[in-house]
Every structure is written in structure tokens, then in C-alpha cells.
């Protein structure tokens, strides 16, 4: 298990106040003094294949993987042929710097990016055809992305998407072949939606894990979340989510069941917060030492 870290500790891409002033060299130079080994993109990085590339290898760091919006979710208007043509710019950018997977994430009537929009207000699926139609749309689409670029479609389960609770993980995972299907277990997304224990849902689901985002929660600032109707972005802005080891998840076990499974692919630190509150340099070092402890007593190197 190598550990990365998304740039979100340093800049919002979805809330460009937050961190919009920070240059992606101090990004890049803080996360490998604190030892990581790669980044996910964000809208900062350079947007050509080898231009990317030439940018972290600067640094000496590994393209991790990089977010993809996808629409499959909206039947009735974008077909899966769209989403295989509106990909290839970015498939081939990540193809280009050696990613395995793609963090493919449901935009498609979601609510995560509108900050006046309660979670509650989330797109929901009917009925079971509807359901049975996104999975069949997500195969081919994995199905291609394997064929094509050599690259697995980790499904990023979000707070404001169609896949956002315990039950909606469960019904995409039963839905989708896993030959071309991955999940993208998020632990602070798991909690948030429902999964009072993260490890309990990893673990039903961990051979289907492809990339895993760790990000810790402040179950304090998530029930009020829940409870005053905040939308996703306005429990960003509270403090809902921070690095592992400064919440409540038990980290421990999960990167222990990941372990049991043989995972060998990427943890990644990934917390949503405002760096003025706290700071990126810190806050990431936190993370990197806490998920770092875990590794090392799992490989008997401690």
C-alpha cells in the first residue's frame, strides 16, 4: 500500500476560496517533504499528458489518479457512447502517467457541488429498472476504459450523489461485474452516509476495492449537518471532514481488513477543509504519520 494525497489540503477545486491563492509547486514541494509518494490531480496540474508528467516528476511523484464527472446517471440523455468519446482527453492523460484507475464520480443530478442545497435533496433512482440500467451503463463504460487505456473505474460513492448510503454501495456492488466495476472506498463519505461503522461496509465489500480515500469526520459537526439540512459544501466550510488520526475512525482496523484482502493499491489522504483553519502543511503531515504508523506495524516493520 503506497500513500498519496489529494491537493485538496491545499486547494478546493469545487471552493476556490479555499486554498485559491496557493501555488501547486508549494503543494507538490510540502507533500514530498512529508513523505508522499504521489498526487491526484486537481484542476491546478497541467492538462496534457506529458506536461503532467513533466511536472511531478520535478518533484519525484507518482500520478495517483485523477477525478473523472461522469453523467451515465442521466438515462435519458447521455448515452454511454457520449461518455466514451467525452473521456478520452483525460483516460489518455492518466494513461500517459502509468494510473491504474480513474476515480469516476456521479454528476449527474447531484447536489455535492451547491452549497445553498440541502443533502437531502440528493437524486434518488425510481425504481429497480432504473437502478439495473446505470449498472449495465457502468459495465460497458468500465468495460471500455479497461479495453482501451488499461485503466479500472474506481466508483467514488458521494454525499449528495445517487450512490451516497451503506444501501446504495451495497445495491451498485450487487449490480455491476466486477470484472469491470472497482470501488472507491471513502471512509469520510462511508460515515457521512450512514455507515456508522466504516470498517463493517469495507469489509463486505473490500474485494471489489480498488482505491481508497481516507479522510476522517467530525461526527459532532455531521449530525448537526444531517439534522439542520446543510448542504455538502456548507458541512465543508463547518469542518465536517479532517485527516485521518484528528476524528473518530478507527483507522487501524480498516487499513487492517484492506491488509487481510491484500490491497496493494493507493491510500490517499483526502480531507475537504479550510486551509486558513487548518493548515495544509500540518494537517497533511498528520495524516501521512498516522496511515504511515498503521503500514509499517502491518508489514512488521515497526
Not at 144 to 170: N, R
Request: charged share 20%.
Amino acid at each position: 500500500m503506497r500513500i498519496g494525497v489529494n491537493p485538496l489540503s491545499w486547494m478546493n477545486d469545487d471552493l476556490p476560496s479555499l486554498g485559491g491563492e496557493t501555488p501547486l509547486e508549494t503543494a507538490l514541494a510540502e507533500g514530498k517533504a512529508i513523505g508522499y509518494a504521489g498526487f491526484e490531480i486537481g484542476n491546478k496540474f497541467p492538462q496534457e499528458g506529458p506536461a503532467l508528467k513533466a511536472k511531478l516528476d520535478e518533484y519525484g511523484l507518482a500520478c495517483v489518479s485523477g477525478w473523472y464527472s461522469g453523467e451515465l446517471a442521466n438515462l435519458a440523455q447521455v448515452s454511454v457512447e457520449d461518455e466514451i468519446q467525452r473521456c478520452h482527453a483525460h483516460m489518455d492523460k492518466l494513461r500517459f502517467n502509468d494510473c491504474k484507475v480513474v476515480v469516476y464520480g456521479e454528476v449527474a443530478g447531484s447536489v455535492q457541488g451547491r452549497i445553498d442545497t440541502p443533502l437531502d435533496r440528493r437524486p434518488r433512482f425510481a425504481n429497480d429498472a432504473q437502478w439495473h440500467a446505470y449498472a449495465e451503463r457502468l459495465n460497458r463504460f468500465g468495460a471500455h476504459l479497461k479495453s482501451s487505456y488499461g485503466i479500472t473505474l474506481a466508483y467514488h460513492h458521494h454525499m449528495g450523489a445517487y450512490v451516497e448510503s451503506p444501501d446504495d454501495i451495497d445495491r451498485l456492488m450487487a449490480l455491476t461485474d466486477p470484472a469491470c466495476v472497482g470501488l472507491l472506498f471513502d471512509t469520510g463519505h462511508a460515515y457521512f452516509g450512514g455507515a456508522a461503522d466504516p470498517n463493517a461496509l469495507l469489509a463486505r465489500h473490500v474485494q471489489r476495492v480498488v482505491h481508497v480515500h481516507c479522510k476522517d469526520v467530525r461526527p459532532a459537526l455531521i449530525a448537526k449537518a444531517r439534522n439542520d439540512g446543510w448542504s455538502f459544501l456548507a458541512g465543508v466550510l463547518a469542518g465536517t471532514f479532517t485527516v485521518p488520526g484528528d476524528g473518530v475512525i478507527d483507522y487501524d482496523a480498516v487499513l487492517s481488513t484492506l491488509h487481510r484482502a491484500g490491497y496493494a493499491g493507493w491510500l490517499v489522504v483526502e480531507a475537504e477543509q479550510d486551509p486558513a483553519v487548518a493548515p495544509s502543511y500540518a494537517y497533511a503531515k498528520k495524516g501521512f504519520n498516522t496511515l504511515k504508523r498503521i503500514v509499517r506495524n502491518l508489514d512488521g516493520l515497526s
